[in-house]
């Protein structure tokens, strides 16, 4: 078994020890390269040079990802001859050439296995191990009583944030006009010590998914 080596030496080896064609080891686990024939006695000897292939990995921005945003996946290659060519296998069946993989807006669809092969000059390959994508939606919020009321000076009002959809563990934060925080839990009981038309915000996340949702 000879792996490695320039040309020569392969050649040199190859006649010298056997007067048949022959193949060395480990071309399946990393890659070869088919160079030529050397004759012995008569006979043709297959020469191969045997290539480093490259490995590669796959960098995600996150792996788990709400729908409508953006979302990053970069091959890396190390190894092999350099020159790289990518070809990205989708959840859909679908191919890419792209490195990064940019998915501007996620949709559902985009939920599942991304896979690169990585080429080099010599076309040996990597291929890199699979990395999963879970798409979530957003939850939905709506107030109660309404999202408009009117009421008179010093009296009670209660606003409350009815949530659907997520996890069920939500995070609130309510904010008046100037942008303070002004309540942190589902319920907002505005001053009512001042006339006056005064808005407020609501914005509510999954705790669990960190999917978003502002009224």
Same mark, same amino acid.
């Given at each position: 078994? !000879? ?6 030496? &392969? ?23 088919? =160079?030529?024939?050397? /004759? ?9 040079? *045997?290539?480093?292939?490259? &490995? ?8 788990? +990802?709400? =729908? ?45 296995? $991304? ?11 990597? +291929?890199?191990?699979? *990395?999963?994508?879970? &798409? $979530?939606?957003?939850?939905? &919020? ?14 009670? +009002? ?14 609130? !934060? ?11 839990? /589902? ?22 998914? !960190?999917?978003?949702?502002? +009224?």
């Amino acid at each position: 078994d !000879q792996s490695a080596g320039s040309l020569t030496s &392969v050649a040199n080896y190859a006649t010298n020890q056997y007067p048949y064609s022959i193949a060395f080891s480990p071309l399946t686990t990393t890659g070869h390269l088919f =160079v030529g024939t050397a /004759n012995y006695g008569g006979n043709n000897i297959t020469v191969y040079s *045997v290539e480093t292939a490259p &490995v590669v990995s796959i960098t995600v921005s996150s792996a788990n +990802v709400c =729908v409508g945003s953006s979302m990053l996946l970069t091959a890396v290659a190390l190894e092999g001859s350099g020159n790289y060519t990518y070809s990205w296998t989708l959840p859909d069946g679908g191919t890419s050439s792209d490195n990064p993989l940019i998915i501007s807006s996620v949709t559902s669809s985009d939920e599942g296995s $991304y896979q690169v092969t990585a080429t080099d000059s010599n076309d040996c390959q990597g +291929v890199s191990d699979p *990395v999963q994508i879970t &798409v $979530y939606s957003h939850p939905e &919020v709506t107030i109660q009583p309404s999202n408009t009321l009117s009421t008179c000076v010093e009296e009670s +009002v209660i606003f409350t944030a009815v949530p659907s959809g997520g996890s069920g563990n939500f995070a609130y !934060q309510w904010f008046d006009s100037n942008g303070d925080l002004v309540s942190a839990t /589902n319920i907002l009981s505005p001053d009512t010590g001042t006339a006056g038309v005064f808005d407020y915000s609501l914005q509510l996340m999954d705790a669990v998914t !960190q999917c978003a949702v502002g +009224v």
